[in-house]
């Protein structure tokens, strides 16, 4: 019973992760049909929207204390507004597949800030997997034009403010409930872009409609399936199995990203961008400190106390 309990904990994981990988295909898609700043605010609203209503729903909800506020406004701000509003303004200058690896190195330009604001220890390996990484994005950018670096820059931007977001998600997590935290995120993010919306893109509601019955299926699946239940289920699954299992599954996400963009958009993936992207996997693993914990862990196993109780 135990191990399909797992297996069905895998299966959510793996589902969550194929759902991350498509919505950045799924949001190159819609910058095709709307006014991309409108269309973000909208949807991030709508996940906004569905993610607390099931707080609301399941009695989560808490009141904040001044720095919990602080700090869920800052995540607010720059891991919602900040970061879809470039790389939302990226997709509708580059590819998918462009946009996907370089958002793969949001883990180690995680570690970089958790070194520089939270004290973590920065050792040789993750050093090496931290210029490993960063070495496989500038693989990646083999070959393209003018036109669509400038989006390349963009959603280097929303990869870097994410990764900036996770050190005040981490403080404010301590105490207050993630799925609660993720919610008001969205909400706070969602004002955010509509505000902007409202300064880029004045009068634009009115060309959120007419579109294909098609992409509002997908605007809805990007909205509510990948962005809203997507986070709570990956939240459950970490609650099951821990953060060390699940954080594996994350570098699936720029995989499925890759494929996706390749069969939905018909993108060309080059040579390039393939060894690119397996640098920066490598890159993350060390650069995040993963490879060195498991290391770590099995010479702990393999040592003289644990040989004892083996053989006792």
């Known amino acids: 019973m135990k191990e399909k309990s797992l297996l069905f904990t895998y299966g959510i994981i793996f589902f969550v992760v194929i759902t991350w990988g498509l ?13 991309p700043v409108t269309m973000t605010a909208l949807r991030i609203l709508l ?106 820059i963009y959603v280097f931007v929303s ?38 919306s409202f300064i880029l893109e004045p009068g634009s509601l009115v060309y959120m409609v007419g579109a294909p019955w098609g992409v509002y299926v997908i605007f809805l699946i990007s909205a509510v399936l990948s962005t809203a239940i997507g986070h ?26 890759l494929v996706g963009s390749a069969i939905f958009l018909n993108e060309q993936v080059y040579w390039y961008q393939t060894l690119g992207f397996l640098i920066i996997v490598v890159g993350v693993l060390f650069g995040t400190g993963y490879i060195e914990r498991t290391f770590m862990k099995k010479k702990q196993g393999n040592g003289p106390l644990a040989y004892k109780d083996r053989a006792g």
């Open 47 to 152: 996940a906004g929207v569905v993610a607390m209503s099931m707080i609301v729903v399941s009695m989560k909800m808490r009141k904040l204390t001044k720095k919990e506020w602080i700090y869920t406004i800052g995540g607010g701000l720059l891991g919602i507004a900040a970061h879809h509003y470039f790389l939302t303004m990226g997709l509708t200058l580059t590819n998918a597949s462009n946009a996907v690896v370089i958002l793969a190195l949001v883990p180690v330009t995680t570690s970089i800030f958790a070194v520089i604001f939270l004290g973590d220890r920065l050792t040789k390996w993750r050093l090496l997997g931290i210029s490993l990484a960063f070495s496989g994005v500038a693989l990646t950018q083999g070959g393209v034009q003018e036109a669509i670096a400038l989006g390349d």
């Open 159 to 196: 990869m870097v403010v994410q990764a900036l977001s996770f050190i005040f998600i981490r403080k404010a997590t301590v105490t207050v409930d993630p799925r609660q935290m993720t919610s008001m995120m969205l909400l706070i993010g969602a004002v955010g872009v509509l505000i902007v």
């Open 232 to 257: 709570f289920l990956f939240n459950a699954a970490i609650k099951r199995i821990g953060a060390g299992q699940t954080a594996v599954f994350i570098n699936l996400v720029p995989f499925i990203g």
């Open 23 to 35: 919505n950045i295909v799924m949001v190159k898609v819609l910058v095709e049909y709307f006014p």
